[in-house]
């Protein structure tokens, strides 16, 4: 399966199924992005809504995307609001699902589907008004150094998507070429497992003025 494909298959179980990357990134952005202000957002990969809701109640208004209308589709069921829009697209043709420009984007374990950062966070940094940010939240490139990917279960068996691992230095350069300043860098370990590879790389960026 292709990951648009892969992702409408995962959609059903994708709230219910026990997902530890899942559900420590949703708690990392919302530490990341708890004393950063935002009016206006795009969410790419916003996936069934997991932080959809929490972005929902600071912002004014939201651009969520993704590539899987059976995530979509979910999110819509759970998320009724006028100042959401979801959109379906992929980030790897044109962006012209923005409507104006934003003082925030997010990319929610997203970027490890994509294998060339450099052209996205391009287009993120074009869509944000000056001084705005970019927050990404990723499984961290050490658990997928060791095998480590987006997977769920099927009637045929486990299902592995299509994945690429970045280094961290592939994200601040690609970054940095955007114009996009790093200002924040975290590395998250799940509970109890301190001597163990952190599970998420959070990184946020800010645009010049």
Known sequence: MDIRTSY????GQYDTNTNRTRDMEGAV???VLGTVAFTRVL?????TGKN????AQRAGHITAIDLSEGMLS??????VLPHVRFVQTD?????????????LVTFSLILEHIQHLG???????????????????????FKQYAGTKARFETAQ????????????????????????????????????????PPRILSLLFRKGE
């Open 157 to 196: 068996g486990t299902h592995a998507v299509t994945c690429h691992a970045h280094h961290i230095s592939e994200f601040l350069d690609a970054a940095n070429e955007s114009g996009l300043a790093l200002v924040h860098l975290g590395e998250h370990f799940q509970e109890g497992d301190d001597n163990a």
């Open 43 to 47: 969410e790419v990969g916003c996936g």
């Open 91 to 103: 980030i790897l043709q044109p962006w012209t699902f923005r409507d104006g420009t934003y003082d």
């Open 119 to 141: 052209p996205v966070l391009r287009e993120a940094a074009a869509s944000l008004s000056p001084g705005g940010h970019v927050y990404i939240g990723e499984l961290h490139p």
């Open 8 to 11: 409408d298959a995962w959609a």
């Open 29 to 31: 952005l919302r530490q």
């Open 52 to 55: 959809t809701e929490w972005l």
């Open 74 to 79: 979910k999110a819509r069921e759970k998320i």
